[in-house]
C-alpha cells in the first residue's frame, strides 16, 4: 500500500532483535571487549522487540491518505530486507539513505566483534513506516515522544526509478541481503564457548 512519494520512516534502527540477543547470551565476551557499559546498553534492546507501541503511535496520525500507508517490522535479514520486501509488496521504488537511520548506542560496536553486518541483521523491534509525504514529520515528533527513536531515511519512488541505497559510498541498488547474518555469527559464538 505504499504510494511513490511517501516518506520512509525507520524507528529503532539496525540489529535491535540481534544485539539484544547477543548481548544477554554473551554479556562476559562483550565486557571484556566493549566495556561493561556497552555490553549492559547491549542487553536492555531484548526488550525493545516490540513494534507495538511504534505501530499504534504511527496510526495515531492516521492511516492511508491521512497518514501511514504501510508497515513492516525488520525481522529476518533486518532493515535492509525489509526496506527490499515493503517496495516490492507495494510495487514501488525506493532510495534509503542509510546515514540517516538512528543507531541505539553500542550497537555497532557489538555487531563488529561478531562480525556482522548490522543493517542486514535480525532486527525485530524496528518498525519501517511508508507515510503521506506531508504527515512524515508528524509521525516522527509523536514517536519521539513516546520516547521512540525515529527518522525519516528515505522516499518510496515510482518503480521504473528502482531501488537505491545511499551511503558513504555513494548510491548504488538496494538488494535483498537473502541470508541473515545473525546465524553464522550465533552458530560461530557458540561453537567457539563465548558466554
Same mark, same amino acid.
Request: aromatic share 8%; with cysteine; glycine share 10%.
Given at each position: ?6 516518506? *520512509? ?12 540477543? $547477543?548481548?544477554?547470551? $554473551? ?6 571487549? *566493549? &566495556?561493561?557499559?556497552?555490553?549492559? @546498553?547491549?542487553?536492555?534492546? $531484548? ?6 507501541? /511504534? ?9 492511508? %491518505?491521512?497518514?501511514? =500507508? #504501510? +508497515?513492516?517490522? #525488520?525481522?529476518?535479514? &533486518? ?6 520486501? +515493503? #517496495?516490492?509488496?507495494? !510495487? ?5 539513505? @542509510? /546515514? ?14 561478531? !562480525? ?17 509525504? /506531508? ?6 515528533? =509523536? *514517536?519521539?515522544?513516546? &520516547?521512540?527513536? #525515529? ?8 518503480? %521504473?526509478?528502482? +531501488?537505491?541505497?545511499? /551511503? ?13 547474518? $545473525? ?7 557458540? =561453537?567457539?564457548?563465548?558466554?
Amino acid at each position: 500500500m505504499a504510494q511513490p512519494g511517501d516518506a *520512509l520512516i525507520i524507528t529503532k534502527g539496525p540489529a535491535v532483535e540481534t544485539v539484544g540477543i $547477543f548481548a544477554n547470551l $554473551f554479556p562476559n565476551y562483550i565486557a571484556e571487549n *566493549l &566495556g561493561s557499559e556497552i555490553a549492559e @546498553k547491549g542487553r536492555e534492546l $531484548f526488550y525493545k522487540m516490540s513494534t507495538v507501541d /511504534d505501530a499504534l503511535t504511527a496510526v495515531s496520525v492516521g492511516y492511508r %491518505e491521512e497518514g501511514v =500507508r #504501510a +508497515m513492516h517490522d #525488520a525481522t529476518e535479514c &533486518g532493515i535492509l530486507g525489509g526496506v527490499y520486501e +515493503m #517496495a516490492q509488496a507495494s !510495487n514501488v521504488g525506493v532510495i534509503l539513505y @542509510k /546515514d540517516k537511520i538512528p543507531v541505539y548506542e553500542g550497537v555497532l560496536e557489538i555487531c563488529k566483534l561478531f !562480525n556482522i553486518e548490522p543493517y542486514s541483521a535480525i532486527s525485530e523491534g524496528t518498525l519501517i513506516i511508508s507515510a503521506v509525504g /506531508d504527515k512524515a514529520d508528524e509521525v516522527v515528533r =509523536r *514517536l519521539r515522544e513516546k &520516547g521512540i527513536p #525515529a527518522e525519516i531515511v528515505g522516499e518510496l519512488l515510482p518503480r %521504473e526509478k528502482g +531501488m537505491w541505497l545511499v /551511503d558513504k559510498d555513494g548510491q548504488r541498488p538496494l538488494e535483498h541481503p537473502r541470508v541473515d547474518p $545473525f546465524w553464522s555469527a550465533i552458530d560461530e559464538a557458540i =561453537r567457539r564457548g563465548l558466554s
